[in-house]
């Protein structure tokens, strides 16, 4: 396994789509910190802050499994492209609206939710052509270069979103970010290659059961998606509320908040780069549980951070962490997924990390508007771990799964668990 982290760049159309994915992931990140900011200011609440970031995730969890099956039956390159587009269409509504003065939090969380499950569309199509764009031995790397992409968003976006919004107002500001949708399109169409699925046919039902029992009895990838749902649930909710964090412990606005996630980013952008490097001489079991002690660390640091700075520093050991997991797992995913079924098991797995993630939004913060954001960090900072043992304990063949070793018993496997 090449251990190099940038080594798929060399290949022209991973850095065609990846540098448009860049720019795009930037204006995501602009989008969640200006509107996020907007409504921590307007009603204080970290429920409400959270459903921007839950609206723009949650869509997973219903759009992708019909994304997954239009990976498996039509050309991959086709449905991203167009669900691109699709996305790009409603970013626009968003900043239509806001220019016309609108600020209820109801309203401009309906249109992110409709934008996002339009992207969620595209996204199974988008995970399903990675394996096709690089060899075996350089996936990991290649589901890293997402991680570094999504996170340069979240180092720059911040920043580019305070100064925009500073400069032109939330409208325009919001419009950049539906303008990367359209480049990141004509990127994907500019690879002029099939990306042809193999997939069976069948019905509607039938493809998704077929992809849940493919996800199901296939050890590692089952293995895999549970720790991602226990990390989105107890770990992963810190991000969406970053801005009321900032503020309720802080008395910070946006440019506290995008400081967050900036700090975030540049620890997730470390975090996937080596990663990369030490999974090329570490088991995979050993890397998710050392990844797993240093999230629940990191988050009770987090929790009680006394000033900006520290909690900063916290925040970059979290992106670390975070992004460590991601790409262990997800890479896991990808080595393991039926081939004929690829698309659908890729699309379950984000239609589970979607839904956790909002779980976990709902959870968090409540648990903060009850008590406080930090109490609610201090549960997820023990809850990740004890999650993760109690896990393990059920499923005691997890580390030959992860490993790449066969577990012959897949019925015993799947009732153990």
């Excluded at 919001?174 to 290659?193: C, D, E, H, K």
């Excluded at 098991?345 to 930090?374: H, K």
């Amino acid at each position: 396994m090449s251990n190099h982290p940038f080594r798929p760049l060399r290949h022209r159309s991973v850095r065609l789509i990846w540098s448009a994915a860049a720019i795009s992931d930037i204006g995501t990140w602009v989008q969640l910190i200006v509107v996020g900011s907007l409504i921590a200011a307007d009603t204080g609440s970290a429920v409400q802050t959270g459903l921007v970031a839950l609206a723009t995730f949650m869509p997973q969890g219903i759009a992708s499994p019909i994304g997954g099956i239009l990976a498996d039956r039509f050309d991959r390159r086709h449905v991203f492209a167009r669900a691109l587009l699709l996305q790009a269409c409603m970013t626009g509504c968003l900043a239509v609206a806001l220019g016309m003065g609108v600020r209820t939090p109801a309203v401009l969380t309906a249109i992110i939710l409709l934008g996002s499950a339009a992207g969620a569309l595209g996204q199974p199509s988008y995970a399903a052509m990675l394996p096709d764009l690089v060899p075996p031995d350089e996936m990991v790397a290649m589901v890293s270069l997402g991680v570094y992409s999504w996170n340069s968003g979240r180092v720059f976006g911040p920043l580019i979103g305070t100064v925009l919004y500073a400069a032109v107002g939330p409208a325009w500001t919001i419009g950049f970010n539906a303008v990367t949708f359209v480049g990141l399109s004509v990127a994907v169409w500019a690879v002029r290659r099939p990306f042809a699925p193999h997939g069976s046919e069948g019905t509607i039902g039938e493809r998704l059961v077929g992809g849940w029992r493919a996800l199901r009895t296939t050890p590692a990838c089952w293995f895999a998606v549970v720790a991602l749902v226990l990390f989105n649930v107890t770990v992963v909710p810190f991000m969406g509320l970053v801005p009321i964090y900032a503020k309720a412990e802080f008395d910070g606005g946006t440019g506290l908040a995008g400081l967050i996630s900036s700090a975030q980013g540049v620890g997730a952008i470390v975090g996937g780069i080596t990663i990369t490097m030490v999974a090329a001489r570490r088991r995979r079991s050993d890397l998710m549980v050392g990844v797993v002690v240093l999230l629940g660390v990191a988050l009770a640091f987090y929790a009680v951070a006394p000033t900006r700075a520290t909690v900063a520093i916290a925040a970059m050991v979290l992106g670390a962490g975070a992004s460590s997991v991601f790409v262990t797992a997800s890479a896991v995913v990808q080595r393991d997924a039926p081939l004929a079924s690829r698309g659908r098991v890729l699309a379950m797995m984000q239609a589970f990390m979607g839904m956790s993630y909002g779980v976990g939004l709902l959870f968090i913060g409540g648990i903060g508007d009850l008590t406080s954001l930090r109490v609610a960090f201090a549960v997820g900072a023990v809850g990740m771990p004890l999650g993760f043992f109690a896990l393990t304990r059920r499923a005691r063949w997890w580390r030959e799964a992860m490993d790449g070793a066969d577990v012959t018993d897949t019925r015993q496997v799947v009732t153990a668990s």
